[in-house]
């Protein structure tokens, strides 16, 4: 067997978006959308995207319950058994955790890019080479690897990650994670060089993150290894044996869990062209814009003394708008937002004051 | 016969509505929708006040052939030969024509007010006194009588009537009609105690206003005259003939063609509490507002720093705005638009341009 079929990719989609609401919703996430109109949604572009260097049978879709006719709808050719659907909500480390004995279970010699369903990647090519590089590394090494991408912008929605020494080219020792910086740190890390995006894309064997959560999150690892590996290689036995084990986790992301504890986590410096789509104004900054800075997502806009705006809606509308800068306008399915894009880190908190005051119905 | 026999009512419903543009539609115009969320249409309004003091089968409908099913789905106790249809739209005074020469060849002694359908009067009381006071004037005098309400702000949206000589307790001569004039002659002209908002409500014999219209407007007039009394006693026959001649009329407004010429124009000052809804400003002014003088119209919003502003919105939809500031917001049915109440003036324009760019789907 080549390296080749011990390779298997983790794609997680069973986000809600919210930080996209109203465009992204609960039924129906940004990743399940073709948010930028190419005729293929963001899981299909990633799918497309890791399909080129990871065989077919050895990509797993990790996705909620909510989303498996989704998936199954947008990915025909995955197997029902590819598609692991969790049964609640518990953030990243449950999830890499339970793919990671998934795919041990099938697979001893096993090693796995795990990447988000709702980047965007420009330069395919580069990042191909990227990936195949970093499979060489943690196929060779005990290492936790993370893509840092090169930033080009002192970007405050994104976490940071220090390099520390050289391991070999492009891929360095991880010196310190931080959180989102604010305006003035953020252009401090840009200009030091030694700075790189966070981009919740990682590669490890399956028994290296095995390894790592038993130590760093024992409570995670525990409820995995409450099942023997048979159950991991049966469908039947392993979503009954999840639906009652997943639920007890505690919700808990990789990186608080393993990333920012372990000892052996390493980057590899990239620089394919990424934006994570994590807010409006990402989106805004990816997008063809207008003479008066505009960017018109799916829809038929006039625009009278507006500039730098994002108008997004479904549906074969006419937004007709006079006098807005710089700000959101998303409509759809029973819901508008407006706002300003300064104030866009409020929409998470905005899609909860209204599942407060309306409960379901404009979630 | 008694007096009240020979009185008539004329009701304008034939519009467009565009300063209410998208709220308002051409399909469905907002004299027929319940705009103030009484329950009742503002044309529903406009006969029910009327028909406190004019017999139900001397209301006469005037509108565009388009709304032939509105009007009798809204009315349902008008029988159909008291609905004329206009075959095109030629502004108020054809419409105004047509009405005084059918209602003529009815009854040689009519007197009529005419009123538009989307006016919204709050004290209906002193309405009815200052209408049958009017109706008293009219059928004593040779007198073209038009109601002009008292002043309350210095309005720049609606045309003025300067008063002249007293003629009686509240008649007087009009001396002048004005335009929409700017904020500081609305200032003077309020303070002056002589100017008075013209109402687009007018009251005359079928006689008077034919005669006038014979003088100041021969080609209306002849329009009409081309037809015997008997043609406007059969609606059948009515129909057909004003199908040929109604579209050869010039659009001319009754303020125009006779109101500004003629001699024997007198205003009635009136305070029934009068709101001509033509834009939303209007309808913001008159409607209740929460503590930050938000007005809401028919819609769940969520509104964070946001002041002053008019949301009205179609259907069962969710607003979220943050940082609006004297804004109008309205959607219905596949339009938004967003625009500054200071520039309202604007959106007949927008109305034109969205149809010369997207063509009737947005009308």
């Given at each position: 067997?080549?390296?080749?079929?011990?390779?298997?990719?983790?794609?997680?989609?069973?986000?809600?978006?919210?930080?996209?609401?109203?465009?992204?919703?609960?039924?129906?996430?940004?990743?399940?959308?073709?948010?930028?109109?190419?005729?293929?949604?963001?899981?299909?572009?990633?799918?497309?995207?890791?399909?080129?260097?990871?065989?077919?049978?050895?990509?797993?879709?990790?996705?909620?319950?909510?989303?498996?006719?989704?998936?199954?709808?947008?990915?025909?050719?995955?197997?029902?058994?590819?598609?692991?659907?969790e049964p609640a909500r518990r953030n990243t480390a449950p999830c890499?955790?339970?793919?990671?004995?998934?795919?041990?279970?099938?697979?001893?010699?096993?090693?796995?890019?795990?990447?988000?369903?709702?980047?965007?990647?420009?330069?395919?090519?580069?990042?191909?080479?990227?990936?195949?590089?970093?499979?060489?590394?943690?196929?060779?090494?005990?290492?936790?690897?993370?893509?840092?991408?090169?930033?080009?912008?002192?970007?405050?929605?994104?976490?940071?990650?220090?390099?520390?020494?050289?391991?070999?080219?492009?891929?360095?020792?991880?010196?310190?994670?931080?959180?989102?910086?604010?305006?003035?740190?953020?252009?401090?890390?840009?200009?030091?060089?030694?700075?790189?995006?966070?981009?919740?894309?990682?590669?490890?064997?399956?028994?290296?993150?095995?390894?790592?959560?038993?130590?760093?999150?024992?409570?995670?690892?525990?409820?995995?290894?409450?099942?023997?590996?048979?159950?991991?290689?049966?469908?039947?036995?392993?979503?009954?044996?999840?639906?009652?084990?997943?639920?007890?986790?505690?919700?808990?992301?990789?990186?608080?869990?393993?990333?920012?504890?372990?000892?052996?986590?390493?980057?590899?410096?990239?620089?394919?062209?990424?934006?994570?789509?994590?807010?409006?104004?990402?989106?805004?900054?990816?997008?063809?814009?207008?003479?008066?800075?505009?960017?018109?997502?799916?829809?038929?806009?006039?625009?009278?003394?507006?500039?730098?705006?994002?108008?997004?809606?479904?549906?074969?509308?006419?937004?007709?708008?006079?006098?807005?800068?710089?700000?959101?306008?998303?409509?759809?399915?029973?819901?508008?937002?407006?706002?300003?894009?300064?104030?866009?880190?409020?929409?998470?908190?905005?899609?909860?004051?209204?599942?407060?005051?309306?409960?379901?119905?404009?979630?």
């Amino acid at each position: 067997m080549d390296k080749r079929s011990h390779r298997y990719c983790v794609i997680m989609c069973g986000g809600i978006g919210s930080r996209f609401w109203p465009y992204s919703r609960t039924r129906l996430p940004k990743q399940f959308i073709d948010f930028l109109g190419t005729g293929r949604t963001l899981l299909q572009m990633s799918y497309d995207r890791i399909s080129n260097i990871i065989p077919a049978e050895n990509i797993v879709i990790m996705t909620n319950g909510l989303y498996a006719d989704l998936v199954r709808e947008q990915l025909p050719m995955i197997a029902p058994s590819q598609i692991l659907l969790e049964p609640a909500r518990r953030n990243t480390a449950p999830c890499i955790a339970w793919a990671a004995w998934h795919i041990a279970a099938r697979d001893s010699e096993a090693s796995m890019i795990v990447t988000p369903a709702d980047h965007v990647i420009t330069r395919e090519a580069d990042f191909e080479l990227s990936v195949l590089n970093g499979f060489e590394f943690v196929e060779s090494h005990d290492a936790l690897l993370t893509l840092g991408i090169s930033p080009t912008r002192p970007e405050t929605g994104y976490g940071y990650i220090q390099i520390g020494d050289v391991v070999q080219d492009g891929i360095n020792k991880v010196k310190t994670f931080t959180e989102k910086p604010d305006h003035e740190l953020a252009k401090v890390f840009v200009a030091s060089g030694e700075f790189f995006w966070n981009s919740g894309i990682f590669l490890w064997r399956a028994s290296a993150i095995r390894e790592a959560l038993r130590r760093w999150a024992p409570d995670v690892a525990g409820a995995f290894d409450a099942a023997a590996h048979e159950v991991y290689r049966d469908h039947a036995a392993e979503t009954e044996f999840i639906d009652k084990a997943f639920p007890g986790c505690v919700g808990i992301s990789i990186d608080y869990a393993v990333m920012e504890r372990a000892d052996n986590v390493y980057v590899e410096t990239v620089t394919f062209g990424w934006n994570d789509l994590g807010t409006w104004s990402a989106l805004y900054d990816l997008s063809p814009k207008n003479i008066e800075q505009n960017v018109t997502q799916n829809c038929n806009v006039l625009a009278y003394n507006c500039r730098g705006n994002i108008f997004a809606v479904r549906g074969d509308k006419l937004i007709v708008a006079d006098g807005l800068e710089d700000y959101i306008v998303a409509d759809a399915d029973g819901v508008l937002l407006i706002c300003p894009k300064a104030r866009e880190q409020k929409i998470k908190q905005m899609f909860t004051d209204a599942k407060v005051k309306f409960g379901d119905k404009y979630e």
